[in-house]
């Protein structure tokens, strides 16, 4: 089974192409920044993971996703080979994207992103990317 699971955020906003041809398809690529959950000193404390979207998923990351926002995604991992001018062999690894999930709302991304600075988030729920779903606790019924 090849499944990939991931939470990160966006480094930068995606580049988006679309292929050639009788019907263009989309090719989205993004990179993700996913935190470690263990940390040795001296090293970096996130992984930098290429994704890929295409068609009408390449269109909807062109269209809602941007830089530095918290998203969810499961894929399946794609390494391939090349050979270059020089006859060196390369290889590239991605994420093919099969779903992909917002897990921060669009309101606490913005309010992060205010002024182009990123706030710390103020509690260990925020740090999850959650969001405090009842801003005014007199409507609750009970």
């Known amino acids: 089974m090849n499944k990939i699971i991931l939470l990160g955020r966006l480094t930068k906003d995606p580049d988006v192409r679309y292929t050639s041809g009788a019907e263009p398809c989309a090719v ?17 404390d996130a992984d930098f993971i290429n994704c890929v979207s295409f068609a009408k998923q390449g269109e909807f990351v062109e269209k809602y996703l941007k830089k530095g926002m918290q998203i969810g995604i499961t894929g399946r991992l794609k390494i391939t080979s090349t050979e270059d001018n ?4 390369r290889w590239y ?8 999930e917002f897990t921060e709302s669009r309101k606490a991304y913005e ?7 990123a706030e710390k988030p103020s ?4 740090g999850l990317g959650l969001e405090t779903v009842r801003e005014n606790d007199d409507d609750l019924p009970f």
């Open 86 to 89: 020089a006859g060196q062999r």
């Open 93 to 100: 690894t991605d994420v093919i994207t099969e779903d992909i």
């Open 111 to 117: 309010a992060r992103t205010t002024n182009g600075a």
């Open 123 to 126: 509690s260990e729920a925020d």
């Open 28 to 44: 989205s690529r993004f990179t993700l920044a996913v935190n470690r959950t263990y940390k040795k000193e001296g090293e970096p």
